[in-house]
Nanobody, 126 residues
Framework: QLQLVESGGGLVQPGGSLRLSCAAS????????IGWFRQAPGKEREGISC????????YYVDSVKGRFTISRDNAKNTVFLQINSLKPEDTAVYYC???????????????????WGQGTQITVSS
């Protein structure tokens, strides 16, 4: 069974960068499309980016376009999320999960995602 573990979060100043990792175990990650989600305090979990397993096509919500980059290294069984120009509103717990990634609308279908990791906290503050 697929298991996902996120890492790479932390406390960072506005304008800083972080690279999150979503490491898979149990099965080969190359068979799965992976999405990144985040949940800020008091808010619903939102999909922010996903990467397909077929050809590596990527999708982003508008709020993170140009600052977030999702990538995958199937040899390392890991999906990454590079986050640049961090803002206080990026403060949240970030999760990865396996699910559909056929287009940007897939990011709103969190109920169709499974094998959620435990999350990694990003706090953006000066």
């Amino acid at each position: 069974q697929l298991q996902l573990v996120e890492s790479g979060g932390g406390l960072v100043q506005p304008g800083g960068s972080l690279r999150l990792s979503c490491a898979a175990s149990g099965v080969t990650l190359e068979h799965y499309a992976i999405g990144w989600f985040r949940q800020a305090p008091g808010k619903e979990r939102e999909g922010i980016s996903c990467i397909s397993n077929l050809n590596g096509t990527t999708y982003y919500v508008d709020s993170v376009k140009g600052r977030f980059t999702i990538s995958r290294d199937n040899a390392k069984n890991t999906v990454f999320l590079q986050i640049n120009s961090l803002k206080p509103e990026d403060t949240a717990v970030y999760y990865c999960a396996a699910g559909p990634c056929s287009g940007p609308r897939a990011l709103s279908k969190k109920l169709e995602y499974d094998y959620w990791g435990q999350g990694t906290q990003i706090t953006v503050s000066s």
